[in-house]
């Protein structure tokens, strides 16, 4: 029996556990080849990447991302970079008071506030589009990127209450109480006292919130054209390109996902906690 | 749009200290108040009132091709949008790519998970290379599946049956043949990640002494897998699958770009997406689209009664 408590508890296991960390190998190579094999081919010259079997000792060449710079794809990745990081920072603005109010001193009914905010979420974006279309047209906010910035904070706001308000439900009372005998007003316990405390959650909550504008396309697509254009509204418009440009359409989905593969890389413990909406730890 | 949950989680935040006075708490209760009201009054504008509007135009007929015609069109647009053979295709491709892609990557991503909640070397490289696809930029991703991996003729995967088999080997069009099943590929390869990432997170939580005492006393692996493991998943693969639902509904992104909705792939998004960016017809997307928010309703009530109890534990 001792032996199965070590495999449930991970530890020494020989015979069986190597087979089993060989197919957590196995299966990790399969997800990430698809990635590997993008990389690849953006390196190569466009008739080698085109090649049936393919050439894996083909010589290397930057040409392919060479062609995609050629396109003019830095107005698209400057909207994206705005919008993102706008609208995340309006995101944290909101949503850490309003976390605050939802968990150190909880309004009434505090549940029913959050269950308001992930239904929100679960409002399919197509069911908006219209009156938000209809709506930006009326006011000139077409192709505009502050309309993007606007939509991707309501979008990213539920996500980051959640998250926020699991990690001030983790702030200790006593600090509070101490501000609050220390005469501390709201705004000063919510930036001096509590802000420090969460700054990984803050962190986090704006790492996914980053991630999901800078991957949103519907919006993007249906509301900006020339001027506002974001960066997957520039990738879309490889979708009916053909044969001779695998290396460039390679090289463009790889440096527009870089941001987020480096954001996602350097904080992947964070990446669980936001993705399960904080509220699994 | 408000999901009635008919949750109620019971503990209500406890009347605070010193809250005698009315007066006293009425202050006290606006001071908490304050704090909120910008992102909820912020949510309520941008999420609640286009939807309104949505409503509204649902039940108008309202062509922009057609300005003159613009009025009062009771059911109509509902009564096309149910009757129409394209809709009601999308309204099934929707069931099953949702489905599909849900089931799926919960069952993948079960199974990383619990091979990557051993220790072994190289662990936390694994993990890096498995949540990979979740960090492509999704159009990105499309792109990647359907030009370097679908492709018959220069794709990875015809490349690797030609290397493999030799000139003779089969060349499918992997797209053209199986379209519905190329898309949910794809999604899946997406999504797994998503999934293994929670349910790693439920298995490191649980409790280790318990299922040791529970191996001590000699619980078979499969018994402990079976009566604690899975229990205490439980809420994770509820979560992991709402999460995945809520998402995977509204995809636009695959079906766009892999194969722009064609080959009976055109899910809702998509449908709604041309109807709407296409054809103008306004009233009709809106039509489509309430009937989108209702069959998310559906999902949502009960998905949201499993989430809640989450709250449970929880007493603040």
Redesign the interface.
Known sequence: MTGQVMMVTGKKNRGGGWALSGLAWVVGLLFVLPVLWMALTSFHGENDAAKNPPDLTAPLTLDGFRSFFDTGPWPSIANSLTASILSTVLVILLAFPAAYALSIKPVKKWTDVMFFFLSTKMLPVVAGLLPIYLFAQFAGLLDNIWLLIVLYTSMNLPIAVWMLRSFLAEVPVEILEAASVDGAGLIRTLRSVVAPVVTPGIASAGLICFIFSWNELLFARVLTGTVAQTAPVFLTGFVTSQGLFLAKVCAASLVVSLPVLIAGFAAQDKLVQGLSLGAVK | ???D?E???GR??AV?PGSSGSLLRSTG?W??????M???V??II??????V??II?SFMNWNAYYPDERGFAGIDNFRRVVTDVNTRHAILVTILLTAGVVLISLVFGL??AL?????????G?????????????????A???????Y?P??G?F???L??IFGDSAPQPDWISNQPLWAVIFALV?QW???MM??L???LQ?RP?DV??AA??D?A??WA?FRYMTMPHLR??LE??AL?GS?YV??N??AV??IT?GGLGTAN??YT??QT??TAHD?GR??AA??I??IG??I??TFA?RS??T??KE?G?
Not at chain 2, 46 to 51: A, G, I, S, Y
Request: proline share 7%.
């Open positions: 749009m408000t999901v949950t949750v109620r989680p209500h935040a605070p209760d001071a908490r108040r304050a704090p909120l910008p992102a909820l912020f949510m941008v999420t609640q009132l286009p939807f509007v949505t135009a199974c990383v091979l990557l909640d051993r220790k072994f070397r190289g662990r490289l694994v993990r890096t290379m498995m949540i990979t696809p979740f960090l492509i930029v999704p159009v990105a991703a792109l990647l599946w359907k030009h370097a991996l492709n003729e220069y990875l015809n490349g690797l030609k290397g390869w797994t990640p998503f990432l929670i790693l997170a439920g939580s280790l299922i040791e191996g001590i000699g078979s692996k402990i809420q994770y979560l992991s999460l809520i509904v509204q636009f992104d766009f770009t722009s809702l998004p709604i997406y709407f960016y306004y997307a809106s689209g309430v989108v928010v998310t309703i999902i949502a949201l989430v809640s989450l709250f929880e603040r």
